[in-house]
């Protein structure tokens, strides 16, 4: 089945506007001709509901395309995210999202055969132009990884580390800095007497809270999640879920997830992408309760993906 | 159940599968684990063999010298008048001398007398001196004439039916009497016969009185003989013989002179003759020594004019006298016994305080004591620095004075009775011991008896030097050479090889690891990869060709550019750099991709202004000529320090700037363009540049000022095979596997740290620094380590490029020995189970130590590195 649909995704590339653009929203009930035809090549319009207009965008994508070696994995993009809010990026495996949230911060530039098209911008700022210093950019962001990936180094320096980088030398502003992150991370208290001790000593869930108070320690204009809870407990995952909710109105957070009812429980706003298109985004609470389409109730509810 | 399949014909695929592997697979598994094991062990062994085989040759070296009871001799007849007693080769015949002027030869197997012969003008005899080789002599008359010859066993071989002839008819390896000496059947069935020879020269008038005292040696251009006549008048004569090389005529010169010492006031109270009188190999000296230790030197290089040249007491403990004297093999050092059992090795040294007349000062270099008995008689072996020391208590010693052991004692006479005789024979392999009424013979098992730990790695004093060295010469051209056996130099040589090796290459080697996986991309790393490493591929010889023909030449050619070059090229790499940064933003990013080819451009860059500059800098800190200059001969010790201090003036500017300007950059940068800012950072840049330069001179003016020259130690004289050039040729060779294992340890460095770090804005420069180096910080250190490994056993750069001078110096300029290139260029000419060969095989075994102790301490890094890495 895999193999297939990867062969048919090839032939896409052969003719990347395909002619037969069908608008199958019209005809509700038609879930499987609609995935069907995203699978065949067809460009579907996403769903794109008023709510997310609401609130004023922090990062802008248009018409965001991207290509590995001469495989197409992200198919015309367009999609605000809100100022101030979680926004949940949710799809089966392989639909695009990390790519997406890898591409905000442009680190899909380290590699090699990655070709785009289309632009952001953050805060009207053009991410992808020609003169835009990537290093500038990374710096107004803070990502957190699926796999918790602290420095080799003591817990105070891990948090400092964009300051460090900055070449901040003042150790009060250092110390500072420190314990409101990690505050605001919620792992002050766990941690405060061994800052000095290494980062790598302490278990799974204050790790990936480690990098999201590293993450924090930036002042990033917008925070990027990639599936932070998927390689931990149920019980830190809660603290992290606790955590999340506590950075919404201060963060933008755009978090990808694979897990509906982390999506449900901690986003203001979710988009659900398919194959590398977006399928429909809409306020939370919309996409979980009254999906406009079919197959992202199929999806949420579990009856595919 | 095993091997049925309920579900047969059932099942998913519509086969069934057998429960039990297949019998073919069980047996091909068993061969495969076996042929691994062994394979493995094999290996382990392979490694473990030549490590054994190494210490197999090598451990000889330290075992226990032996003397074993050989044999019980009759003397035959008193010993009464006998004064010298020496021994063939196999010690199976010893002549006698005797005050009288007869010599007798006897049979050492039953004592009887074979042959008997007389001086001329025997009963007159009245002084007499024997070579210790054992074939010349020196004899004084009474009425003031000298007689010099041989006197000595001499070897022919003779026709077998002669010897049967003479109703003797010797089993192989014996000897019998024949003639006027002793037949041996050899191994070879060859009949070898030895007899007395004793051939005398015309006398020689050389005083007016009785002589009592003689001595004679011969130099490279005649014979010399020195003479103590009764009236205390030391007379020298010089006998020179000079063939015509075309009428082939010899032409005999005679001259000489004669000191009064009594006039001289240096005869003791009494007017009593000194107990010896010694003539130096080289004529130069000769010595007077009294039995209660005082010893005078008169100066003979002038032989027409002696004059007194110093004296010493050589027993300065009151009341104790000095009981016996020889001269060592060379008749150089004087071994001196004494009646506190002491035996003491003294020899002339360039005199310290220079107020002596020939410049010399006779010093006590070895002092060995331990038998609490008075020496008797000394025996310098001919080959080599042992001694056979006996005592009056009946002790006979072998000694090895350079490196000061006793290597085994025997009870002589197992009566108690003194040692007056003793003899070596002349292959060091029998020992002759005489007391009163009886002789034995030892077989002396003491191979190496030069070779001692202390020998090895302490300071040793050989003769002629001025103070205790550590000293690797292994051959020379005389006979009376003692080849010295240190490995210190060696093993400084090792270092000295690696370390500026490592200078060289390890920077650049890292450097080049750090750009290719944090820089370069991905598409040019995996094929720059495997280029840096098909360097590894390069055979050293024909990099040691290269270093040796054509790098090392180059370099004495270019001596001040290369050395500007050191400054210039990282000057015009980091000048380039800033210039970059005045470009406008725009340009900057679009061009991205040519600043590698910008950077290139550097090297040409710096290389020129290091030839623009070259001899500007040869002309103002070197005097113009830096060959010169470094030989200590024009110039001060300014340009020198200069050449030192930069590179710490450098770090300091360096670290000042880091400390202090960044941060007041940083802040006063906001608000400005980055044009302005890139603009500032060049103005700093050039004026670091210039602060550094102008605190090297500040700094060298000063140590110069002090009157601190820098020439000596880092610097000194120039010679064309050098440190510097294995240094660089040598860390060109050890780049590949740096640079591999370096690249490995980095690429290792998982990929979600560097996201990590880019991800908070980190520049790649940055993330290298702070995250990847750290990181793979142990695996780094392991590729230094098996760099440093590799820079140890090289062995054919070093040879053809370090000029191979076992010697003990920092300087960069000269050259050096390694154990390994030391072990190549000896190992075709020791003779096998030789002292030295077994020194080579220990010279191999250190290398093996010292590679196998690098290589597992960076496997333990390694491995440490791996299991934190699994970490990560």
């Given at each position: 089945m895999r193999e297939k649909r990867d062969m048919e995704t090839q032939s896409i590339v052969t003719r990347p506007?395909?002619?037969?653009?069908?608008?199958?929203?019209?005809?509700?009930?038609?879930g499987e001709n609609r995935l069907a035809a995203i699978a065949a090549g067809a460009a579907v319009p996403a769903d794109i509901h008023?709510?997310?207009?609401a609130s004023p965008a922090v990062l802008d994508i248009e018409n965001f395309n991207l290509w590995y070696g001469q495989k197409q994995?992200?198919?015309d993009l367009t999609l605000p995210i809100p100022r101030g809010k979680v926004t949940a990026l949710i799809g089966p495996?392989?639909?695009g999202k990390s790519t997406l949230l890898r591409s905000v911060n442009r680190l899909?530039?380290?590699?090699?055969?990655v070709r785009i098209e289309g632009d952001m911008r953050l805060n009207g700022d053009s991410?992808?132009?020609?003169?835009?210093d990537v290093i500038e950019l990374r710096r107004r962001m803070g990502m957190v990884f699926q796999k918790s990936n602290p420095f080799p180094m003591s817990i105070f320096e891990n948090v400092v580390y964009p300051l460090r980088i900055d070449g901040e030398r003042n150790r009060n502003v250092l110390q500072e800095v420190c314990e409101r992150s990690l505050r605001g991370a919620a792992l002050w208290d766990e941690v405060r007497d061994r800052l000095?001790?290494?980062?790598?000593?302490?278990s799974g869930g204050q790790q990936q809270r480690l990098c999201i108070a590293r993450a924090i320690a930036a002042e990033p204009e917008v925070l990027l999640m990639d599936e932070?809870?998927?390689?931990?407990?149920p019980i830190a995952t809660a603290k992290i879920e606790e955590l999340i909710a506590a950075l919404r109105g201060e963060y933008s957070i755009l978090i990808v997830t694979h897990n509906m009812q982390q999506a449900s429980r901690v986003s203001d706003d979710t988009a659900f992408m398919y194959l590398g298109r977006l399928i429909e985004y809409g306020p939370t609470v919309e996409i979980f309760t009254?999906?406009?389409?079919r197959e992202t109730e199929d999806y949420i509810t579990g009856r595919f993906g | 159940m095993a091997g049925e399949n309920r579900n047969a014909g059932n099942g998913f695929t519509g086969r069934r599968r057998l429960r039990k592997p297949k019998a073919t697979v069980v047996v091909a598994d068993r061969v495969a684990r076996s042929v691994i094991t062994l394979g493995g062990i094999g290996g382990i062994g392979a490694v473990s063999l030549v490590g054994l085989f190494l210490v197999y040759v090598a451990a000889p070296l330290f075992l226990p010298s032996r003397l074993d009871a050989e044999r019980a001799v009759a003397t035959?007849?008193?010993?009464?008048?006998?004064?010298h007693v020496a021994v063939d080769e196999s010690a199976t015949m010893a002549w006698a001398f005797h005050r009288d002027g007869s010599v007798l030869v006897r049979d050492?197997?039953?004592?009887?007398?074979i042959h008997r012969l007389r001086v001329p003008d025997g009963p007159s005899l009245t002084c007499w001196s024997f070579s210790l080789e054992g074939d010349r002599c020196a004899l004084g008359y009474a009425d003031g004439s000298v007689r010099l010859g041989t006197l000595g066993f001499a070897t022919e071989y003779v026709d077998a039916d002669d010897v049967r002839a003479a109703g003797r008819e010797p089993a192989i390896g014996e000897a019998v009497p024949f003639r006027r000496g002793m037949v041996e059947r050899t191994p070879e069935d060859q009949f070898r016969y030895r007899e007395i020879v004793l051939a005398l020269g015309e006398p020689l008038v050389l005083a007016a009185g009785t002589l009592v005292r003689i001595d004679q040696s011969r130099g490279p251009g005649g014979s010399l003989v020195a003479a103590l006549d009764v009236e205390g008048r030391l007379h020298v004569g010089e006998r020179r013989e000079r063939r015509?090389?075309?009428?082939?005529e010899l032409a005999t010169q005679v001259r000489g002179g004669s000191l009064d010492l009594r006039a001289a006031g240096l005869l003791p109270a009494g007017g009593i003759a000194p107990s010896h009188l010694l003539l130096t190999g080289l004529g130069d000296n000769v010595m007077l020594a009294w039995p209660d230790g005082r010893l005078l030197r008169v100066d003979t290089t002038d032989p027409a004019d002696p004059q007194p040249a110093g004296e010493v007491d050589?027993?300065?403990?009151?009341?104790?006298?000095?009981t016996a004297i020889a001269f060592q093999s060379g008749k150089a050092s004087l071994v001196t016994g004494d009646d506190l059992g002491r035996v003491r090795v003294w020899f002339r040294v360039k005199?310290?305080?220079?107020?002596?007349r020939d410049g010399t000062a006779l010093v006590l270099a070895h002092d060995l004591s331990g038998i609490?008995?008075?020496?008797?008689a000394i025996t310098p072996s001919v080959r080599t620095r042992m001694v056979a020391v006996g005592f009056a208590d009946g002790t006979a010693a072998l000694y090895h004075l350079t490196s000061e052991r006793r290597l085994v004692t025997v009870d002589?006479?197992?009566?108690?009775?003194?040692?007056?005789f003793l003899a070596l024979a002349p292959r060091d392999d029998l020992l002759y011991a005489q007391t009163g009424g009886a002789a034995r013979i030892w077989r002396i098992v003491?191979?190496?008896?030069?070779?001692s730990w202390r020998a090895l790695a302490g300071k040793i004093w050989y003769e002629g030097y001025g103070g205790p060295a550590w000293i690797w010469q292994?051959?020379?051209?005389?006979?009376?050479f003692e080849p010295k056996y240190s490995l210190m130099p060696l093993v400084f040589g090792t270092l000295k090889a690696t370390f500026y090796s490592l200078l060289f290459g390890l920077p650049l080697a890292w450097l080049a690891a750090l750009y290719t996986s944090e820089f370069l991309a991905p598409g040019a790393r995996s094929r720059v990869k495997p280029v840096i490493e098909s360097m590894?591929?390069?055979?050293s010889v024909v990099l040691g060709f290269l270093a040796a023909l054509v790098f090392a030449p180059a370099l004495e050619r270019w001596v001040p550019e290369s050395l500007t070059a050191v400054v210039t090229i990282p000057f015009a790499f980091l000048l380039g750099a800033h210039l970059w940064q005045l470009l406008p933003r725009e340009i900057m990013l679009r061009r991205s991709r040519c600043r590698l080819g910008g950077m290139v451009l550097g090297l040409p860059a710096g290389l020129w202004l290091a030839f623009a500059l070259g001899p500007t800098v040869e002309r103002t800190l070197?005097?113009?000529d830096i060959t010169a200059w470094l030989a200590g001969?024009?110039?001060?010790?300014t340009g020198g320090w200069m050449l030192l201090l930069l590179p710490l003036s450098a770090v300091a500017v360096v670290a000042a700037n880091v400390q202090i300007v960044d941060g007041w950059l940083r802040n006063s940068?906001?608000?400005?363009?980055a044009r302005e800012v890139a603009l500032l950072d060049l103005l700093r840049f050039l004026l670091s540049s210039a602060l550094a330069v102008a605190l090297a001179w500040g700094g060298a003016s000063l140590f110069a000022a002090m009157?601190?020259?820098?020439?000596?130690?880092?610097?000194d004289t120039y010679v064309q095979r050098n440190a510097l050039v294995v240094g660089m040729v040598m860390g060109f060779a050890i780049i590949p596997i740096i640079y591999t294992i370096s690249e490995d340890a980095l690429a290792a460095v998982p990929g979600h740290l560097r996201a990590a770090s880019l991800g908070a804005g980190a520049t790649p420069w940055q993330t290298a620094l702070r995250v990847v180096v750290p990181t793979a910080l142990s695996g780094l250190f392991s590729a230094m380590m098996i760099g440093l490994g590799r820079a140890v056993g090289e062995t054919m750069i070093v040879l053809m490029a370090?000029?191979?001078?076992p010697i003990m110096e920092w300087n960069v300029f000269n050259g050096f020995r390694t154990l390994s290139a030391n072990v190549a260029v000896e190992m075709p000419e020791a003779v096998q189970n030789s002292t030295h060969y077994r020194m080579l095989f220990l010279a191999a075994l250190t290398l093996f130590v010292l590679t196998f102790l690098l290589n597992t301490v960076a496997e333990a890094v390694r491995t440490r590195f791996r299991r934190k890495s699994l970490q990560l």
């Open positions: 506007s395909p002619p037969d653009a069908v608008d199958l929203r019209r005809r509700p009930g038609s008023a709510g997310v207009f994995a992200l198919f495996s392989g639909c899909n530039d380290l590699i090699d055969s991410i992808y132009g020609r003169s835009v000095g001790e290494s980062a790598l000593g302490l932070p809870c998927s390689a931990l407990d009254r999906p406009h389409l | 035959g007849e008193p010993p009464a008048g006998v004064v050492l197997r039953d004592g009887r007398t015509n090389l075309l009428t082939g050589l027993v300065p403990e009151a009341g104790r006298r000095l005199d310290p305080e220079g107020d002596s609490p008995a008075v020496a008797t002589a006479t197992g009566d108690g009775e003194p040692v007056e003491a191979p190496h008896p030069e070779a292994s051959s020379a051209a005389t006979d009376s590894a591929s390069l055979p070197f005097a113009g001969q024009v110039g001060e010790g940068s906001t608000g400005r363009t009157a601190l020259d820098p020439r000596g130690g880092f610097l370090a000029g191979n001078t």
